[in-house]
């Protein structure tokens, strides 16, 4: 549980420091362009074992242009430092305009032929994801995102 919740604060503050870039100096408001109803989501993969390679080579060859593509947008990917997690640990952040366009965007990319190809295919010797959470996050109002 302490990797978990350890890997959890290093993820919250690697979102910080994206929407501080991402907004205004002088007011602390978003910057251009930036929604505030945009929800993030925070997704852990744990894989089979041996199957963390394969996973990689799914979200490189499909998963995050098909994200894109339905409405989701990459925000970063991360293999934790703990001996423990290396091996069969992917930890990664996707937005989304708004939580119900979040639902929208999960169901357009289930829904898609490409993906539903692609994971047929990388399921040919044996399923790659052994247990999948995620977490949705908002900013609070202190948020430089606000």
């Given at each position: 549980m302490k990797n978990f919740?350890?890997?959890l604060f290093s993820a919250s503050a690697l979102i910080v420091s994206f929407l501080m870039v991402n907004t205004s100096p002088e007011s602390g408001e978003p910057a251009d362009g930036l929604n505030p109803d945009r929800v993030y989501e925070m997704r852990t993969y744990t894989t089979n074992e041996g199957k963390l390679d394969d996973l990689h080579r799914r979200f490189i060859n499909h998963t995050l242009e098909l994200f894109e593509r339905h409405?989701?947008?990459n925000v970063g990917?991360?293999?934790?430092?703990?001996?423990e997690l290396k091996e069969n640990t992917l930890v990664f952040i996707i937005s989304h305009e708004s939580a119900?366009?979040?639902e929208a965007n999960w169901d357009a990319f289930r829904a898609d032929p490409e993906w539903q190809r692609a994971y047929e295919e990388s399921h040919a010797d044996g399923a790659l994801v052994r247990h999948a959470e995620s977490v949705f996050m908002s900013a609070t109002p202190y948020s430089p995102m606000r």
């Open positions: 919740l350890t890997l409405g989701m947008t990917y991360w293999i934790p430092n703990d001996p119900e366009a979040a």
